[in-house]
């Protein structure tokens, strides 16, 4: 069919063409608003998932919906080889203006509170000139939000925002994604000032994305992290959403799937959007003329699969060091293990694998494979939900595995 018409977006953080199976996190994030706008406690929100799932696509969308609620919004890619500081004061920096605060100097106040947050960045000693300008029109001010003490300096930063938040009886929403990428400093003293924020009433709030593992970093930084934050699985669609996915953009365009073919995309892409939106994207392509049938679907698989192996799982893939690559094949093969032992499972139901399971699969002992684990958790490929166990961060990251051996 057309595929200028082509609605289907496979891409990271891409807009997908209908945002299927969210309806609940839109909904309770609505509640969320409004609590915090009128001073009731609130949980700020962590979305958790695979790679893939949706989630900064969510983000992104419960980031517009805050905007929509006329709250001062900014988001941030967290990185690990970054600090908070400026991203932070950059995101801050976007949100108070968006609060659109009459008042022009409590506003340059806070500005300026948030550029001395910035500039605190600089190495001890730094000339001025070798100060990073953070693009804000409005004198810094001194002895607030720059001691230098990230977690001090946090409290003093968001309790500034969140005051003039509520001024306008508005909030500030926080948006961080990759989350668990940030330094372990500026978590444990994000969690720290969330919870002073939290305490005073303050309309703040944080709303971080990232892998599975995310909610043990935060607990592991801070006990009380479970009762700062409220955690969101985002998890694959269920059969009813995923095939409003792929249907209801295809009816936008005046076509449509057979039931059979819905069966055969279900099938083929676990719910997982990323899949769904690479499948309907070649399936749209190949197909004749609507209705999409089965036959389409098979003809589109191997290229849709070909397109995947490149973008999705070879370009990480090809992060990992040749120890590094032995290591995932030996997850994936202890998968396959762990598969046949049991009835009626397939590698693909395996979540997660022992890391002694892998050792035994290598012939080797356990410790000597710690290098490589840690550099995958490192690198974001594989990540560990309970002790002793190791995961995919990315989903159908086995069967690739299987099949390019
Ligand atoms: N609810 C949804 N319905 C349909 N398609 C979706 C949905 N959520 C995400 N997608 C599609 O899935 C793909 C991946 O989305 P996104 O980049 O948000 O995932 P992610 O979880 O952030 O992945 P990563 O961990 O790699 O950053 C995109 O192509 C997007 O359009
Ligand atoms: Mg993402």
Redesign the pocket.
Known sequence: MDPIKNPY????????P?????DEQLRSFDVVLERIARSRPERSIILT??????????LNALRSAAVRAHWGTGKLEARPDQRLRRPLSAALHVATRELGHPQGDDVDHVLGVIKAFAQRDSAPGAKLRDRWNPGIDAPAITGRADSGDIEIDLVELLTDVGGLAADVGKGVAICI??MQDLHPEDVSALCAACHEIGQSGLPVIVVG?G?PHLPAVLSASKSYSERLFRYSR?DR?DRA?ADH?LQLPAREEGADFTPEALEAMYAATGGY??F??AYGKVAWDVAPRSPITVEDVAVAAPEAESELAVGFFGSRYERATPGEREYLRAMADAATAEADKAEDVQPDDVDSVPTAAVAAVLDRKPQSLSPARDALLKKGLIYSGERGRIAFTVPHFGRYLRSTA
Do not use: C, S
């Open positions: 977006a496979p891409g990271a953080g891409q807009r997908p209908e945002l299927a199976g969210r998932g695979l790679r893939g799932v949706g989630k900064t696509v969510l994604d990759e994305a892998l985002i669609l959403a996915a959007p990323y769904i939106q």
